[in-house]
């Protein structure tokens, strides 16, 4: 069984920076490809940021590059966004998602098989 717990959320004034973690808790003692996504009010969700199984490598929507870093701690089995500079069109509610066995990253939201319940993030003065 895997379950995913996301922190870190909050409300900052534009500018500011956040670090979302996400905490995986796997009782088969697996490892996960990763994602970040995030849900608008009143959107579609998107994609953030995902980093592979190895953490090598890593992928970024556009409105992320530059801003955000995605990272793991692999002996910690958590997964950590980065924010930086941040705009009130980040306001959203943010979600860390696991993939199952297959360690490459995506961006497709399907092709994740465990999700978190998320942590808001509203940017606003």
């Known amino acids: 069984q895997v379950s995913l717990e996301e922190s870190g959320g909050g409300l900052v004034q534009p500018g500011a920076s956040l670090k979302l973690s996400c905490k995986v808790s796997d009782n088969t003692g697996n490892k996960h490809a990763m994602g970040w996504f995030r849900q608008p009010p009143g959107k579609n969700g998107e994609l953030v940021a995902t980093?592979?199984?190895?953490?090598?490598?890593?992928f970024y929507a556009d409105s992320a590059k530059g801003r955000f870093t995605v990272s793991r701690d692999k002996s910690e089995n958590t997964v950590f966004l980065q924010m930086n500079s941040l705009k009130p069109e980040d306001t959203a509610l943010y979600f860390c998602?696991?993939?199952?066995?297959?360690?490459?990253?995506?961006?497709?939201?399907?092709?994740?098989?465990?999700w978190g319940q998320g942590t808001q993030v509203t940017v606003s003065s």
């Open positions: 998602a696991a993939r199952g066995t297959n360690p490459g990253l995506s961006d497709r939201s399907d092709y994740y098989d465990y």
């Open positions: 980093i592979s199984l190895s953490g090598l490598t890593t």
